[in-house]
């Protein structure tokens, strides 16, 4: 669905994207992570062209981003962080209005409204809508025309976690239905439940690229953390999770039934970045 | 096609929701008719006054050439102050994003509410003009209007951040049109210091009543044109 090859595109002569090389298949969701300034925001940029002047190659929805006509955009669908709605109109007639630029079938507009809660508040001008009101409508606005390909930044962004957890499984049912969806974040733990892949990007280049899974395993194994009571106070100790049988404390507590807390400790995608870049996230 | 005409809709809603900027519309008209109205009565009252021949006549044509400009001139700023509140919201970015793209707003915030004021003028000119021109010159000058017009409609969000900028601007921008004065007050070679203003070769134009000032108005136009809708091209992200 995205193929970029060699890209490198500057603000001024100096390189800001250097040589970025990647492809994103169709039905994954592709995550860019990174921290602010990275690259994330002017890539998505790129790939949406809202940005031009680059070299390289940049493909994507079969259009050479360069060259792209108007149709490029009845195939692509994006969902800024911030979201860009008429405020003096309600959520019903922006969607109205923005469907109504689409030259496609349009999905029904109820049953987008419905499906992030927002159907009650449809006839409500956007001015007097809560952020993540306007967030989520934001996001349907985004589907409204039904298209192949997604560019979602920050989507949980401002959105309390009931909310949070709607955005993802809607997220989750596109990726399901055969979209892709490339979603540009600082949230490890949303990149890690949601994306197939994704891509650390730091000072415009990409430092890795796997599954969230495999960048974690990079980094080693899993942790054993258990604690018991001693003299009165609590004390605890770790052992990798593959030589728990050659922890003597672990196995005589086990025996004894001395045991007050035990958990498994995996490394995030966090650490993982942080370990690999150099840089925190959150 | 389908996303112009949706978007120039969208335009038409935004006026009716603000009625500052809807009232706007009958002002071209109700100028235009003032001056046809007043400027005759005032002279005959300082032509009394003065026991002069004349007195404000040989500048009707000044007047005729502030009708011409003035219904495309307003349609811009009505244009201007929409796209400066949908850049605030960060709209401007998303229409760039959608069937729309940078090009179809450009020509719907711009260029279609200056071609609307380009061919409001026409009647304007017709049947409210004080120096009658020429049936044939009214088309080159309703044109050139809308010139100014659209260089005044791109002039401001090109280098304004924000509204409030933007409003300030506004005024400043109306500078674009001192061209339509000059030839009227400075002899010689001075009045060309204005030559890289439309406005300038419009009011040429309608002075020697030549279409040869037509060419020089379109070149310094589009000229203007070309740089600033690069700019505002940049600035609508």
Same mark, same amino acid.
């Given at each position: ?13 100096a ?17 860019? !992570? ?5 690259g994330?925001?002017?890539l998505q940029?790129?790939?949406t062209?809202? !940005? ?12 050479e ?5 108007r ?13 860009? /709605? ?9 969607l109205?209005f ?7 079938p ?6 987008? !409204? ?7 508040d ?26 192949? /390909?997604l560019?979602?930044?920050e989507? #949980?962004?401002?959105?309390d976690?009931?909310?949070?957890r ?6 989750l ?14 949230n490890?733990?949303d990149a890690?439940?949601l994306c ?15 599954t969230p ?16 009571l001693?003299n ?7 052992c990798?999770?593959?030589? #728990? ?7 005589a ?7 007050? #807390?035990?958990h498994?400790?995996?490394?995030t ?5 942080l370990?690999?870049?150099?840089r925190?996230?959150? | 096609?389908?996303?112009a005409v949706?978007s ?9 929701s ?7 519309l009958?002002v ?21 006054? $003065? ?5 404000l ?37 998303y229409?760039?994003?959608t ?24 009647p304007?000119l ?12 009214i ?9 100014s017009?659209?260089i005044?409609?791109l ?8 509204k ?13 049109l ?11 070679p ?6 890289f ?14 279409v $040869?000032w ?5 070149l310094t ?17």
């Open positions: 669905m995205i193929t970029v090859q060699n890209l490198c595109f500057g603000y001024t002569k390189p800001f994207i250097e040589n970025m090389s990647f492809s994103v298949e169709q039905g994954e969701i592709f995550g860019f !992570l990174g921290p602010s300034g990275a994330k925001s002017t940029k790129l790939l062209g809202l !940005l031009s002047g680059y070299t390289g190659s940049a493909v994507a929805a079969g259009t981003i360069a060259k792209r006509g149709d490029f955009y009845e195939k692509i669908g994006v969902d800024f962080e911030f979201p860009c /709605l008429y405020e003096k109109l309600t959520a019903r007639e922006n109205d923005f469907g109504s630029l689409y030259q496609g349009l999905r029904s507009r109820d049953a987008l !409204l419905d499906s992030v809660g927002l159907l009650r449809a006839d409500k001008k956007v001015a007097g809508f809560s952020k993540g009101m306007k967030a989520r409508l934001g996001f349907i606005r985004a589907l409204l025309h039904d298209p192949a /390909l560019f979602l930044d989507p #949980t962004s401002g959105l976690p009931a909310n949070a709607v955005m993802k499984d809607l997220i049912a596109e990726r399901d239905a055969g979209k892709t969806v490339v979603l540009t974040t600082h490890m733990a890690a439940e197939d892949r994704v891509a650390f990007i730091v000072d415009g280049t990409i430092r890795a690229l796997d899974h495999n960048l974690v395993m990079r980094r080693g194994a899993a942790r054993l953390v258990y604690t018991w001693e009165g106070g609590e004390r605890s100790a770790a990798p999770l593959d030589g #728990t049988g050659d922890d003597a404390v672990l196995s507590l086990v025996a004894e039934g001395g045991l007050r #807390t035990i498994s400790q995996e490394p995608l966090n650490d993982v970045f370990e690999i870049t150099g925190a996230l959150q | 096609m389908t996303a949706a120039l809709r969208g335009f038409w809603a935004a006026l009716r603000d009625l500052m900027l809807f009232w706007v009958p071209p008209l109700l100028a235009a008719a003032a001056l046809r109205l007043l400027l005759p009565l005032a002279e005959g009252w300082l032509t009394a006054y $003065f026991q002069a021949g004349a007195v006549a040989p500048y009707y044509l000044i007047s005729d050439l502030l009708v011409a400009v003035v219904a495309p001139v307003l349609l811009a700023y009505v244009s201007v102050m929409v796209v400066l509140e949908e850049r605030d919201d960060g709209l401007t970015r229409l760039a994003v069937p729309l793209g940078r090009g179809g707003y450009l020509l719907t915030r711009v260029f279609v509410p200056v071609l609307l004021g380009a061919a409001y003028t026409v304007l017709a049947c409210l003009s004080l120096t009658r021109p020429a049936p044939w010159l088309l080159p000058l309703a044109l050139s209007g809308g010139l017009g659209a005044s409609a002039l401001v969000p090109a280098f304004a951040g924000n409030v900028e933007g409003m300030a601007l506004v005024k400043l921008s109306t500078l674009a001192t061209g339509l004065f000059l030839p009227f007050f400075l002899d010689g001075l009045q060309y210091a204005a030559a203003l439309p406005s300038f070769w419009m009011a040429r134009l309608a002075l020697d009543g030549q $040869f037509l060419l020089p108005t379109v136009g589009l000229g203007w044109l070309w740089l600033l809708c690069r700019r505002f091209a940049r600035k609508l992200i």
